[in-house]
């Protein structure tokens, strides 16, 4: 088993920054990818980015040149660096982690992240 903390998201003005991160416990030699989803009131849950263990990253249109997917493997901690934020970009984030023998995710809790002004 796998569990995965994020950090607590927050209110942020458009245009502005908001650093998430989430730690792996567990058997995390279970786990290559790790990623960041958001689901916003009324929608499906959505791809941000995803990065696996020897840092090969995947974004989303909708945040690629905004947002940032980076990954300590010593700290067993991915981050979510995001940049010009916009309404639209208001979530629950979630944390997610592969497992290597099935591919099947492991999840957070979920963070939310309001961006208004």
């Known amino acids: 088993q796998v569990q995965l903390v994020e950090s607590r998201g927050g209110l942020v003005q458009p245009g502005g920054s908001l650093r998430l991160s989430c730690a792996a416990s567990g058997n995390i030699f279970s786990i290559n990818a790790m990623g960041w989803y958001r689901q916003a009131p009324g929608k499906e849950r959505e791809l941000c980015a995803t990065i696996t263990r020897g840092g090969s990253t995947n974004y989303a249109d909708y945040v690629k040149g905004r947002f940032t997917i980076s990954r300590d493997n010593a700290k067993n901690t991915v981050y979510l660096q995001m940049n010009s934020l916009k309404p639209e970009d208001t979530a629950v984030y979630y944390c997610?982690?592969?497992?290597?023998?099935?591919?099947?995710?492991?999840w957070g809790q979920g963070t939310q992240v309001t961006v208004s002004s």
């Open positions: 997610n982690a592969v497992q290597i023998a099935n591919g099947l995710p492991y």
